[in-house]
């Protein structure tokens, strides 16, 4: 069975300019969550999506945004890019909403570098 | 605010020994508490988790112990192996069901050989 699969895997763009990277999440897995992990802050929850709804969102601003199809595949969106945006952007999907039996599974990132 | 902390921050230890890390929680809704493994150009991966109703999990080498009073737990790596040189990271999950986890900031581990 195929893993999580992040595009790109690197992504380097200038201050001002808007991105949007793809996450394609483990077949039958229906909730796609989005994570920002930075050498600071470490891992931070941006948003969750199940069947095409964002459930939960988390302290980012507007800028960030994202979507997911009826496939359930999902992106994200970063528009005005700021330098502090220089992340890796992790995805994970799972089967239902509840991580205590439907664990997330990770994707190996897309490293976005801002400059 | 830091809904949990852990540390060590970094971690050396030698092959065949005990590496030990300790996670604090604030938040008593939280009700689910997983470990991840990650290798560096790799995503995060699940090694082994734990509910409260419980005070240790054992899964091979990996162990959690958890103390609900304290709001702490920690993860215990026996005799330990170079191939366990990874970043660690502890978290948490609230209540309700939806795919939210609060992580610790890692714990870089690094096994001598």
């Known amino acids: 069975k195929a893993g999580v699969t992040q595009t790109p895997r690197y992504l380097i763009k200038t201050r001002g300019q808007q991105v949007t990277l793809s996450c394609s999440p483990i077949?039958?897995?229906?909730?796609v969550s989005w994570y920002q992990q930075t050498p600071g802050q470490g891992l931070q929850f941006l948003f969750e999506?199940?069947?095409?709804?964002?459930?939960n969102k988390g302290n980012f601003p507007g800028r960030f945004s994202g979507r997911q199809f009826s496939n359930s595949r999902s992106e994200m969106n970063v528009s005005t890019l700021e330098l502090g945006d220089s992340a890796l952007y992790l995805c994970a999907s799972s089967l239902t909403g509840t991580p205590y039996n439907s664990p997330l599974h990770f994707g190996n990132g897309t490293r976005l570098t801002v400059t | 605010q830091q809904q949990v902390k852990q540390s060590p921050q970094s971690l050396i230890v030698q092959k065949g020994g005990i590496s030990i890390i300790n996670c604090a929680y604030e938040?008593?809704?939280?009700?689910?508490f997983p470990w991840y493994q990650q290798f560096p150009g790799k995503g995060p991966a699940l090694l082994i988790a734990i509910r409260p109703d419980v005070s240790e999990k054992k899964e091979g080498r990996f162990t959690i112990s958890f103390n609900k009073s304290a709001k702490q737990f920690s993860l215990h790596i026996m005799d330990s192996q170079p191939g366990d040189s990874a970043t660690y990271f502890c978290a948490a999950s609230p209540q309700g069901g939806s795919e939210k986890l609060v992580f610790g900031k890692g714990t870089k581990l690094t096994v001598n050989p």
């Open positions: 077949s039958g897995h229906r909730s």
């Open positions: 938040n008593t809704a939280f009700d689910y």
């Open positions: 999506y199940f069947s095409e709804t964002q459930r």
